[in-house]
């Protein structure tokens, strides 16, 4: 097997979108000939499904390259083999080898994981280089593995690759994946893993590539259960929107843990003092007490009309059949409908006793005869109407959360006035995880086959109780960074945190190489870790390049406005960060100056509708998990004193940079990020 030059991976080039038009052209006759084939009509119906699913995928392939690298195999099961690597797989001819493999594919693993000390059967892999716009193949860089050569981080393709401006939403990383990323991605389906990841590491791209890689795999199972993905914000979503398309998967569910939970619009709003106790572990238990004391104990025989005819149930049968279904521990719903069933039980052996045929017709006209006594026992009820019932009466409460709550707290979540009903309650996003709470002791929901959970050290106990329960036979990922934790209830380690996800035995990993974020920034960045009280290695950066440049200023508005018009001098994004409040007047100041700005609402960079600024106004608070080329910070002093865990989130802020930071101040730095000062050698 010989090498090849430039101008041959050129043609290749060329041949490989033949073939990805052929199989485009393809998989749309498929669609023609399946509505023919198919031999009844739900067969023909899921069949046009999956061959549209599959043309529409085909046909929206991203105009990116087709492949990004190549194996050279000199021995084992694949000796003489040449395969290239890429996002999809290419089909070649019939009887063919395919052009391109699939970067999920068993053999593509060899990719991530080769090295000098350990080739496995590799000769020589081979990087290849792209400019964009169009799509175009400069050149490549070959490893000799088996001659003991390695570029490592001398390999200039991937390190311009990791280092290319950051226009648009979240791209792939299939052609950079380190082996400690690629072990994550490849995990296997029914392992939950929790990856602590610092800012830049790409515990992100990890997890929606491990969701790509599940759904590959495991097809058949994940189509019948789904995958699931939840970030903190739609922001974020929007901003990772792009990256499962471009590697062929559309069919995940993505959304936020509030959107997940709510049964309606959410209209209210609490307090921290109300929040922080509603998302408390605590309020599962007043919650199971406040729904199972609905279930009263009968007072009396139960007498059932049939005919002229009445069939008697003894009160300590009664009595028997609540209390046997109280004890069973199943869904309220279920131990509903178990009193129903035995209770018609009992009359049905007292009817076949006396000789009568209890059939389909008069075991349902009994069912409705004990409806009434049912009603008493065990009523059903709706868990909007429990959390209700909780929070608008002191009394309720007070039995309910004995030994539980404190009076302080008690108070703290009762509505100052109660609605007429629930049916007019202005419920909050605390509300909702209440209300869920009480719905999953009513039925259990349906659980997805892998939950991967983003930013997931911000979720509180009971947000992790609600994910539980929708992972309770499938598997979760869990990704996140203590250090970044800026609600009242951040995770302060992973151990309780997994434990109320329903998987305490995950495994937990720690990523501490940025190759995101330069060098500058994560050494300021790693200052403030001491002063947040979060047990987290410190990061270290792949990158040498990036710049940092922190500034006092009379005037900020001034100071941004310049700023970011030197940033509109480089290629790539630009974010201007500050505290909620100052960010509005700081954006006016720019749109005066005649700098088109965006926001977070606007639509996302390559939609339909988005707008063509490269600027972008983005809340302090809306900051998590977002990346620009070029971040101007504006006072941190401000985004510290916004919030309890302010200095959490000013180190979001400080590290959301993957090129270049200015921080811009008048007022003094917080002392946690000011370098060490160096001790006078002389003494003076």
Same mark, same amino acid.
């Given at each position: 097997?010989?090498?090849?030059?430039?101008?041959?991976?050129?043609?290749?080039?060329?041949?490989?979108?033949?073939?990805? $038009?052929?199989?485009?052209?393809?998989?749309?006759?498929?669609?023609?000939?399946?509505?023919?084939?198919?031999?009844?009509?739900?067969?023909?119906?899921?069949?046009?499904?999956?061959?549209?699913?599959?043309?529409?995928?085909?046909?929206?392939?991203?105009?990116?390259?087709?492949?990004?690298?190549?194996?050279?195999?000199?021995?084992?099961?694949?000796?003489?083999?040449?395969? =290239?690597?890429?996002?999809?797989?290419?089909?070649?001819?019939?009887? !063919? !080898?395919?052009?391109?493999?699939?970067?999920? &594919?068993?053999?593509?693993?060899?990719?991530?994981?080769?090295?000098?000390?350990?080739?496995?059967?590799?000769?020589?892999?081979?990087?290849?280089?792209?400019?964009? +716009?169009?799509?175009?193949?400069?050149?490549?860089?070959?490893?000799?593995?088996?001659?003991?050569?390695?570029?490592?981080?001398?390999?200039?393709?991937?390190?311009? +690759?990791?280092?290319?401006?950051?226009?648009?939403?979240?791209? #792939?990383?299939?052609?950079?994946?380190?082996?400690?990323?690629?072990?994550?991605?490849?995990?296997?389906?029914? +392992?939950?893993?929790?990856?602590?990841?610092?800012?830049?590491?790409?515990?992100?791209?990890?997890?929606?590539?491990?969701?790509?890689? $599940?759904? =590959?795999?495991?097809?058949?199972?994940?189509?019948?259960?789904?995958?699931?993905?939840?970030?903190?914000?739609?922001?974020?979503?929007?901003?990772?929107?792009?990256?499962?398309?471009?590697?062929?998967?559309?069919?995940?569910?993505?959304?936020?843990?509030?959107?997940? @939970?709510?049964?309606?619009?959410?209209?209210?709003?609490?307090?921290?003092?109300? &929040?922080?106790?509603?998302? #408390?572990?605590?309020?599962?238990?007043?919650?199971?007490?406040?729904?199972?004391?609905?279930?009263?104990?009968?007072?009396?025989? @139960? /007498?059932?009309?049939?005919?002229?005819?009445?069939?008697?149930?003894?009160?300590?049968?009664?009595?028997?059949?609540?209390?046997?279904?109280?004890?069973?521990?199943?869904?309220?719903?279920?131990?509903?409908?178990?009193?129903?069933? *035995?209770?018609?039980?009992?009359? !049905?052996?007292?009817?076949?006793?006396?000789? !009568?045929?209890?059939?389909?017709?008069?075991? %349902?006209?009994?069912?409705?005869?004990?409806?009434?006594?049912?009603?008493?026992?065990?009523?059903?009820?709706?868990?909007?109407?429990?959390?209700?019932?909780?929070?608008?009466?002191?009394?309720?409460?007070?039995?309910?959360?004995?030994?539980?709550?404190?009076?302080?707290?008690?108070?703290?979540?009762?509505?100052? *006035?109660?609605?007429?009903?629930?049916?007019?309650?202005?419920?909050?996003?605390?509300? &909702?995880?209440?209300?869920?709470?009480?719905?999953?002791?009513?039925?259990?929901?349906?659980?997805?086959?892998?939950?991967?959970?983003?930013?997931?050290?911000?979720?509180?106990?009971?947000?992790?109780?609600?994910?539980?329960?929708?992972?309770?036979?499938? /598997?979760?990922?869990?990704?996140?960074?203590?250090?970044?934790?800026?609600?009242?209830?951040?995770?302060?380690?992973?151990?309780?945190?997994?434990?109320?996800?329903?998987?305490? *035995?995950?495994?937990?990993?720690?990523?501490?190489?940025?190759?995101?974020?330069?060098?500058?920034?994560?050494?300021?960045?790693?200052?403030?870790?001491?002063?947040?009280?979060?047990?987290?290695?410190?990061? %270290?950066?792949?990158?040498?390049?990036?710049?940092?440049?922190?500034?006092?200023?009379?005037?900020?508005?001034?100071?941004?406005?310049?700023?970011?018009?030197?940033?509109?001098?480089? +290629?790539?994004?630009?974010?201007?960060? &500050?505290?909620?409040?100052?960010?509005?007047? $700081?954006?006016?100041?720019? *749109?005066?100056?005649?700098?088109?700005?965006?926001? @977070?609402?606007?639509?996302?960079?390559?939609?339909?509708?988005?707008?063509?600024?490269?600027?972008?106004?983005?809340?302090?608070?809306?900051?998590?998990? $977002?990346?620009?080329?070029?971040?101007?910070?504006?006072?941190?002093?401000?985004?510290?004193?916004?919030?309890?865990?302010?200095?959490?989130?000013?180190?979001?802020?400080?590290? %959301?940079?993957?090129?270049?930071?200015?921080?811009?101040? /008048?007022?003094?730095?917080?002392?946690?990020?000011?370098?060490?000062?160096?001790?006078?050698?002389?003494?003076?």
């Amino acid at each position: 097997m010989t090498g090849t030059g430039l101008d041959d991976e050129r043609a290749y080039l060329a041949e490989c979108r033949t073939a990805l $038009l052929r199989m485009i052209d393809g998989a749309r006759l498929n669609v023609v000939i399946g509505e023919r084939v198919a031999g009844d009509r739900y067969s023909a119906e899921r069949l046009g499904r999956h061959l549209k699913s599959l043309a529409k995928e085909l046909s929206e392939e991203p105009d990116g390259p087709p492949f990004f690298g190549r194996l050279d195999f000199g021995s084992g099961e694949h000796r003489g083999q040449r395969y =290239y690597i890429g996002r999809r797989h290419v089909s070649g001819d019939t009887g !063919q !080898q395919p052009m391109v493999i699939d970067w999920r &594919a068993p053999v593509s693993r060899v990719f991530y994981r080769a090295s000098a000390r350990d080739p496995q059967d590799i000769t020589v892999r081979r990087r290849f280089g792209w400019s964009k +716009e169009p799509i175009t193949l400069t050149g490549f860089e070959d490893e000799h593995l088996d001659r003991g050569q390695e570029l490592g981080t001398a390999s200039r393709i991937m390190t311009a +690759e990791i280092e290319r401006p950051r226009v648009g939403p979240m791209r #792939d990383i299939v052609a950079t994946i380190q082996p400690e990323q690629d072990e994550l991605v490849r995990a296997e389906l029914d +392992e939950s893993i929790c990856v602590q990841g610092a800012p830049g590491t790409g515990k992100t791209a990890v997890g929606l590539h491990r969701a790509a890689y $599940l759904l =590959y795999t495991h097809r058949r199972r994940l189509s019948r259960t789904g995958v699931l993905i939840l970030g903190p914000n739609q922001a974020f979503l929007g901003y990772i929107s792009a990256v499962l398309p471009a590697l062929g998967e559309v069919d995940v569910e993505q959304t936020t843990v509030d959107r997940l @939970l709510a049964r309606g619009p959410l209209q209210g709003a609490d307090g921290e003092e109300a &929040a922080v106790v509603k998302h #408390d572990v605590r309020m599962a238990a007043v919650l199971r007490r406040a729904l199972y004391e609905r279930v009263g104990a009968p007072t009396g025989p @139960l /007498s059932v009309p049939d005919g002229s005819y009445h069939w008697r149930v003894r009160e300590e049968e009664l009595r028997s059949i609540v209390e046997g279904a109280r004890r069973e521990a199943t869904p309220y719903g279920v131990g509903r409908e178990r009193v129903l069933s *035995r209770t018609v039980a009992v009359l !049905q052996r007292q009817a076949e006793a006396r000789g !009568q045929t209890a059939n389909a017709v008069w075991t %349902r006209k009994m069912s409705r005869a004990v409806t009434g006594f049912l009603d008493e026992v065990w009523p059903a009820v709706r868990p909007q109407e429990v959390v209700a019932g909780l929070l608008g009466d002191p009394v309720a409460l007070a039995r309910a959360a004995e030994g539980i709550l404190t009076p302080g707290e008690q108070s703290a979540i009762l509505w100052a *006035r109660p609605p007429r009903s629930f049916k007019s309650a202005r419920w909050s996003a605390a509300d &909702a995880v209440l209300i869920d709470e009480v719905a999953g002791l009513l039925e259990r929901p349906p659980s997805y086959g892998h939950v991967i959970v983003d930013e997931a050290q911000d979720l509180s106990a009971m947000q992790c109780r609600a994910i539980a329960r929708r992972s309770e036979h499938g /598997s979760i990922t869990v990704l996140g960074d203590l250090a970044q934790g800026t609600t009242p209830w951040a995770a302060g380690g992973w151990s309780d945190h997994l434990a109320h996800l329903g998987k305490p *035995r995950a495994e937990l990993i720690a990523l501490t190489v940025g190759f995101r974020v330069p060098a500058a920034v994560v050494a300021m960045a790693n200052r403030l870790l001491e002063a947040l009280a979060a047990d987290v290695p410190r990061t %270290r950066s792949f990158r040498t390049d990036g710049r940092l440049r922190v500034r006092e200023t009379p005037d900020l508005a001034d100071a941004v406005v310049a700023a970011v018009r030197d940033a509109l001098d480089h +290629e790539g994004s630009i974010a201007v960060m &500050a505290a909620d409040g100052t960010l509005e007047k $700081l954006t006016a100041a720019m *749109r005066d100056r005649g700098i088109a700005v965006a926001t @977070l609402d606007d639509p996302a960079p390559g939609s339909a509708h988005a707008t063509a600024a490269r600027v972008t106004a983005v809340p302090a608070t809306m900051a998590k998990g $977002l990346e620009y080329d070029h971040v101007v910070v504006a006072e941190p002093a401000e985004i510290v004193e916004a919030e309890t865990r302010g200095l959490n989130r000013l180190y979001v802020v400080l590290t %959301r940079a993957v090129s270049r930071l200015d921080v811009l101040h /008048s007022r003094p730095l917080p002392v946690q990020i000011l370098p060490p000062v160096e001790a006078n050698p002389t003494g003076t």
